[in-house]
Nanobody, 121 residues
Framework: QVQLVESGGGLVQPGGSLRLSCAAS????????MGWYRQAPGKQRELVAA???????NYADSVKGRFTISRDNAKNTVYLQMNSLKPEDTAVYYC???????????????WGQGTQVTVSS
């Protein structure tokens, strides 16, 4: 079973930092682009940051200079380092990845279960 498992969310004060991790597991033959999305209550899910298999990155304007996305291909893991957190960063954060499934030899878009990030004093 191919899946993405996230960890690292929690409660942090404004100005603090958190690091999210997302590991892909199962019978995978390829991992292409990986990324993080977030969804705040009453709002649509939005892209936070993405990284290609070659390491190219892009960020939402609202997080540029504060968040850093990275990946460890040997561990099939993508990270999101979040610094200088603001209350408006509060949301459920979802990992997303384009993975090749050995069972079908096709590539699919997979989502993690989501992890809550709350920025509050």
């Amino acid at each position: 079973q191919v899946q993405l498992v996230e960890s690292g969310g929690g409660l942090v004060q404004p100005g603090g930092s958190l690091r999210l991790s997302c590991a892909a597991s199962g019978s995978i033959f390829s991992i292409n682009a990986m990324g993080w999305y977030r969804q705040a209550p009453g709002k649509q899910r939005e892209l936070v940051a993405a990284i290609t298999s070659g390491g190219s990155t892009n960020y939402a304007d609202s997080v540029k200079g504060r968040f850093t996305i990275s990946r460890d291909n040997a561990k099939n893991t993508v990270y999101l380092q979040m610094n200088s957190l603001k209350p408006e960063d509060t949301a459920v954060y979802y990992c997303n990845a384009d993975l090749g499934n050995i069972a079908t030899m096709l590539e699919y878009d997979y989502w993690g279960q989501g992890t809550q990030v709350t920025v509050s004093s």
